[in-house]
């Protein structure tokens, strides 16, 4: 399994532009969460799906924020219009609930610049 | 809200030696507690985990301890080496929460050779 893919690995656009990353959860699994690290807030949980349903986005932090979840196999993560604040990493991971040893696996993760 | 308060947020430790982080928690309804370990580019992933009815898990130079009165759980990496420099992450589960996962602030450990 190639692991959770996710793209771009880096973004940079200007302030105001939309911006859309995508994840790919390894098959299987059936739960998938999109989280934002900075180093002043560390690791905040934005939504997460089980069954491509959303359960919590009370992480999202504002109206600028979307996430969808049309299939089990795919899942993106929109920002419009995107702000210089939004610049972090955005991971994706997902899991399989009822998996003995349970864990997350998380993607390789999104670097976003908003110039 | 901080249910998970982990330290030291930085850790400094020469080749050979121990090095231990813990992670204090307020909520009983935790019933997962795994520590996961970050490389710079990289994702965190899952490193040891422990569950409740255990006070103690060993898998190679790393070892999870559990006082579950006391509401914390350590990790202890024994023989430390310049290759565990990464930061490490607590991140206790809710229990019948859709497995969310808690994860603690992080600490950044380096290993001098």
């Known amino acids: 399994d190639a692991g959770v893919i996710q793209s771009p690995r880096h973004e940079v656009t200007e302030m105001g532009q939309e911006v859309t990353l995508r994840c790919k959860p390894i098959?299987?699994?059936?739960?998938l969460f999109w989280y934002r690290q900075t180093m002043m807030r560390g690791l905040e949980l934005l939504i997460y799906?089980?069954?491509?349903?959303?359960?919590?986005d009370s992480g999202m932090p504002e109206d600028r924020f979307s996430a969808k979840m049309p299939n089990a196999s795919f899942s993106t993560l929109k920002i419009q219009p995107s702000e210089p604040r939004d610049s972090a990493v955005y991971f994706c991971?997902?899991?399989?609930?009822?998996?003995?040893?349970?864990?997350?696996?998380f993607g390789s993760g999104t670097r976003l610049t908003v110039v | 809200q901080q249910q998970v308060k982990q330290s030291p947020q930085s850790l400094i430790v020469q080749k050979g030696g121990i090095s231990i982080i813990n992670c204090a928690y307020e909520?009983?309804?935790?019933?997962?507690f795994p520590w996961y370990q970050q490389f710079p580019g990289k994702g965190p992933a899952l490193l040891i985990a422990i569950r409740p009815d255990v006070s103690e898990k060993k898998e190679g130079r790393f070892t999870i301890s559990f006082n579950k009165s006391a509401k914390q759980f350590s990790l202890h990496i024994m023989d430390s080496q310049p290759g565990d420099s990464a930061t490490y992450f607590c991140a206790p589960r809710f229990r019948n929460a859709g497995n969310m996962l808690t994860f603690g602030g992080g600490t950044r450990l380096m290993v001098k050779p």
């Open positions: 909520n009983t309804a935790f019933d997962y």
């Open positions: 991971a997902s899991s399989l609930g009822s998996a003995q040893e349970f864990g997350y696996t």
């Open positions: 799906f089980n069954n491509n349903v959303p359960i919590d």
């Open positions: 098959s299987g699994h059936n739960s």
